[in-house]
Structures are given as structure tokens and as C-alpha cells.
């Protein structure tokens, strides 16, 4: 199955409203980041961008929520966030909760994507 098969066969379960925000989210990260390698990990319940097939690769995901979606940063604990839009408190994971979207229209949250990017995994 190819991604784009895959990305909506993973979203099929989610409400109308979430797959449109991850949708969205997807168009962001491959606006930013078109060379981007994207996998949908199931078990996680996420689709990962990276800079390569392995996890450790990683450098962002998207998380469908029951009423958001959540972008996440594999090293969102280093990136710049003058915004304060990070949530989260892993050692290094943080994310961007996506309510509407409005919310992708922030630009601190495609400068913090842009910033994640630019760090690598």
C-alpha cells in the first residue's frame, strides 16, 4: 500500500474533523519539508516524517486524537519556542496540540516545524 493509501487507511477510524486536521498537518509537513520520508506506525497510532526508513530517524509525527490532532517533535524539548505553543514532558518529545484549523494558520507552529526540520533527528 502505498502512503497515501496508507495515510487514509489509518485515519479511516477517526471522526470527519480529525482526518480533515490530519490532512492538514500532512500538507504542512510536506510543504516545509517535501523530500520527507513518511510512515504510518500503527501500533503508536502515528505517522512519522524522517529523514529515513529506521525510528530513530524521526523527526516529526502526527497523532489523531478523538478530537485533535497532535504534532509532534522527536527533539521538540531543543527547539526555539517563543510562542509557547509545546506541550509535553518527556526528556526530549514535545508536541502541538491542532484543534482547528485556525491553529495551522500560527505561524510560530510552521517556524517550530521549520526548526525541527532544520535540526534533524
Not at 509557547?84 to 494558520?105: N, Q
Request: charged share 20%.
Amino acid at each position: 500500500m502505498g502512503t497515501e493509501a496508507a495515510f487514509t487507511a489509518f485515519l479511516a477510524s477517526y471522526s470527519a474533523e480529525v482526518r480533515e486536521l490530519a490532512y492538514r498537518v500532512r500538507t504542512l509537513v510536506f510543504t516545509v519539508w517535501p523530500e520527507a520520508v513518511e510512515q504510518v506506525h500503527g501500533p503508536q497510532k502515528s505517522i512519522g516524517y524522517s529523514v529515513g526508513q529506521k525510528m530513530a530517524e524521526v523527526v516529526c509525527v502526527i497523532m489523531p486524537l478523538k478530537t485533535a490532532v497532535n504534532l509532534g517533535f522527536a527533539r521538540g524539548s531543543e527547539l526555539p519556542d517563543p510562542a509557547r505553543l509545546l506541550a509535553g514532558t518527556g526528556k526530549r518529545a514535545r508536541h502541538v496540540k491542532i484543534t482547528t484549523t485556525a491553529d495551522l494558520e500560527n505561524s510560530a507552529v510552521r517556524a517550530l516545524l521549520e526548526a525541527a526540520v532544520a535540526a534533524g533527528p
